[in-house]
């Protein structure tokens, strides 16, 4: 993803980048993440907004958030400039970061993990837990993979 502003309308909500989280979680699950009758400015809108947390980061030795929806920004604390920012291993108190990284690392080898549960934590200190999250990899069309992405629909403050 090469714009690195906050979805508006003006930059179509980051289409392209949405459209690629969609294929490649369509790739890995079998489902879709928007129904399928939305174009990927459609979905984008949509998913910017909506009450799940949508977030992805890219491939750098030491990966930084590349997107989060208002959901997620909320949750974390953190404006658009400081989340894409953000390395996200920091997503993870240090004592926990082993265990996200064995996550991330079987979903490089995998695919995709569904139903995972962790604890995660806010710029501010603020914990939360989130449960029955969807991690996959984003893959482009030839099949190199770009990042991965994360998608929750519950959490619990702690």
Do not use: K
Not at 120 to 135: L, N, P, S, T
Request: glycine content about 6%; aromatic content about 10%.
């Amino acid at each position: 993803m090469t714009d690195l502003s906050i979805p508006s309308e003006e930059n179509q909500f980051l289409a392209d980048h949405i459209g690629l989280m969609r294929r490649s979680y369509r790739h890995w699950t079998g489902r879709d993440l928007t129904p399928v009758r939305m174009t990927d400015a459609e979905a984008a809108r949509y998913l910017f907004t909506a009450p799940l947390a949508l977030l992805s980061h890219d491939t750098q030795p030491d990966p930084v958030f590349n997107y989060a929806n208002r959901t997620a920004l909320s949750l974390f604390g953190m404006s658009w400039e400081e989340m894409t920012s953000c390395p996200s291993r920091l997503s993870a108190e240090q004592d926990l970061q082993p265990e996200r990284a064995r996550l991330l690392q079987d979903v490089a080898e995998q695919g995709y993990s569904e139903g995972y549960r962790g604890v995660r934590v806010g710029r501010h200190g603020r914990r939360f837990e989130i449960e029955q999250a969807i991690v996959w990899n984003l893959r482009d069309e030839r099949g190199l993979t770009l990042g991965q992405a994360a998608c929750f629909r519950h959490w619990t403050w702690l």
